[in-house]
C-alpha cells in the first residue's frame, strides 16, 4: 500500500489520515510506504510534525514514530526537497530523499495507492 501526501500544516487532517490507515496497516501485518510531495515533504523533517494534531485523530507526530520505528520507507520527493531547501540532514531517521524512478518503481509494485 503506497500513500502519497501532499499535505502539511496547511492541512492537519489531509496531512495525518495516511498515518493514520498507515498504522492500520501495521495492525494488518501490511507494510506501507509512503511518498511525501509538495508542502508533505516537511512532515519528514525534524520538529515539523510535533505540532499538528487534527482533532479526533492522534497526534500526528506519534503515528509518523510508529511506522518509521516499524521501518516502513518514508520518501521525500527529491525535486520537492530542493524546491524547499530541505537536505537528507533536515530529515527524521528513517525517512530519505528519493527521484521518480523510485517512486515509479514502488507504485507499480504496489496493489494500491491513496493520494492525500
Known sequence: MVFVVTRGKDDPERATLPFVLG????????????????EGV?????GYSNSIHAPGLDPLQKLLDNVLAAGCPVLV???CAKERGITEAD?????FIAGAAKVVELLLEAKNCLTY
Not at 498504522?23 to 509538495?38: E, R, W
Not at 530529515?91 to 525517512?95: D, H
Request: charge should be positive; charged fraction near 10%; include cysteine.
Open 23 to 38: 498504522n492500520g496497516c501495521l495492525a494488518m501485518d501490511v507494510k506501507p510506504v509512503f511518498v511525501l510531495q509538495s
Open 77 to 79: 520527493c527529491s525535486p
Open 91 to 95: 530529515l527524521l531517521p528513517g525517512a
Open 42 to 46: 516537511w512532515l519528514a523533517t525534524k
